[in-house]
């Protein structure tokens, strides 16, 4: 027998499930291979001003070409898991009708390499890529968006069934509905607060539609849906903070977790709105279909304290963390909170992080090597919480880092960075960063 070999000791279960994340849009590029149709990101990106330098995600990672590539960097790291979205535009263009064979032929493929390498496939089914079509007709906040989306769910799950061993819904809903419709930051960039709040709900509907019609299909792998809570904690123990924070966490967390678990809106937060939901007969009933997990995305927790004179009766509170990037604010603990604070209110089976990272200005040194110890850091830390939040008796399953590769984030373009994987968005080359070693060791279970 050898030395070092035998169960982990650094806190994780044996069968914790390890994993990072990417998107469709967000690595894939190939816009318009093989008959797919545009996205909302593809219109978005070309609204002068709508992102970073007027990038947009044409070329991305080029992962559409590059798959096998991506495949072998996973085994490298070591995963058990990988989430990945599929792009509804390329499976029904127009978002809805006969499905695209060349677009189902591709995940199956991927699929097929990603199982044969013994890496389990994680498939988050929207990840912000609506097919432009369905914005046409009125996008999110249209009821019937949300019967399009359970009849493209139908399609993949019967596709790629037998080859995934774990389904998201949904990938943040609130940023959906919220960057999407109110904010206008994210596609399609609208700014209108009803819109959002008729995109929340439908969101909400369509994942419980999917769920539906997925128990329909006799599959048998776990199915949930991916929120990016917030939690913000009180600036002081002032009871008014104290109440400032609470009321805070209703619209990122209470607002989609209390009609997931079958408790209606949370109706004090749609009276701070002043918002109305179109909620018809038996929806709740269908938004509360069971599923197997919760998963979470955390990046960063907020202080927030109490301020009569803004709208809300709250602000955010000055801070002293480091931030990273992307200007948000490094709180590990937040992590701890967030896990906790959701294990006690919902009565959750499972909860999987599925995303976790941070974006740093890497550069590649004379030696080739990329040193990103900020990144390690934050890494080490997040890891720390998921390994309290176990001890503490947090049913936490999964921990997926954001991102295997740098990619399009969004607005911000390529200009940010957040993967394990340096990729230069002029050829697509990747180049593996320090970080990724350390997640190997971590996986692997030689990091304290
Ligand atoms: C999350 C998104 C993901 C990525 C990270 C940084 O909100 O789900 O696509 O952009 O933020």
């Known amino acids: 027998m050898g030395i070092t070999r035998g169960d ?33 990101w593809d219109s978005f990106c070309h609204v002068p001003g709508a992102v970073y330098g007027g990038m ?32 509804w535009p390329r499976v029904q263009p127009r978002g809805s009708g006969a499905p695209l ?13 990603l199982g044969e390498a013994g890496i389990e496939s994680a498939v988050t089914l929207y990840h912000w890529d609506l097919p432009q079509s369905l914005q046409d007709s009125g996008g999110w906040p249209c009821r019937d968006t949300a019967y399009r989306f359970a009849e493209y769910a139908d399609i993949v799950f019967r596709a790629l069934g037998d080859r995934v061993g774990r389904w998201f819904t949904l990938n ?15 596609a399609p960039g609208h700014k209108d607060r009803a819109e959002a709040y008729n995109a929340a709900h439908h969101l909400l509907l369509g994942h ?26 009180p600036a002081t123990r002032r009871a008014e903070d104290i109440a400032a924070a609470d009321r805070a966490a209703d619209h990122g967390t209470a607002f989609w977790l209390d009609p997931l678990y079958g408790r209606g809106y949370t109706a004090r937060h749609l ?69 906790a604070a959701i294990a006690k209110r919902w009565p959750v089976k499972e909860i999987l992080v599925t995303e ?33 939040a176990i001890a503490d008796g947090i049913p936490l399953k999964a921990y997926y880092f954001w991102s295997l590769l740098d990619n399009f984030e969004w607005a911000y373009g390529y200009s940010k960075r957040f993967g ?29």
């Open 8 to 40: 982990r000791n650094d806190g994780f279960p044996k069968d914790f499930l390890w994993g990072c994340s990417t998107a469709s849009y967000q690595i894939e590029g190939s816009s318009s291979a093989d008959g797919r149709g545009p996205s909302i």
């Open 208 to 233: 419980g539609l999917a769920v539906q019609v997925y128990r329909k299909t006799g599959l048998e792998a776990p199915i949930g849906i991916v929120l990016n809570p917030s939690t913000p904690r």
């Open 420 to 448: 394990l994987v340096y990729v230069d968005p002029v050829n697509g080359e990747r180049r593996i960063k320090d970080s990724f070693y350390y997640f190997r060791d971590s996986i692997a279970g030689f990091e304290n």
């Open 101 to 113: 064979q060349a677009g189902l032929d591709h995940y199956k493929r991927f699929a097929d390499a």
């Open 271 to 339: 009276a701070a709105m002043g918002v109305s939901m179109p909620v018809k007969d038996g929806d709740f009933d269908i938004i509360a279909a069971p599923t197997e997990f919760i998963a979470i995305n955390y990046y960063a927790e907020n202080a927030v304290e109490a301020d009569s004179s803004a709208p809300e009766g709250f602000r955010q509170a000055p801070s002293w963390r480091d931030k990273s990037a992307m200007n948000w604010d490094i709180v590990p603990d937040g992590l701890y909170r967030m896990l």
């Open 56 to 87: 947009n995600g044409d070329f991305a990672c080029d992962s559409y070409r590059r798959w096998k590539d991506d495949i072998e960097l996973l085994k490298e790291l070591g995963v058990d898991s990988y989430r990945y979205s599929v792009a």
């Open 356 to 388: 976790n990272g941070a974006a740093f200005e890497d550069r590649i040194d004379g030696d080739g090597r990329i040193k990103d110890s900020q990144r390690i850091d934050y890494l080490r830390s997040h890891l720390c919480a998921c390994r309290k």
């Open 172 to 186: 943040e809903p609130w940023c959906a509905a919220f960057l999407g419709y109110e904010l206008g930051v994210h």
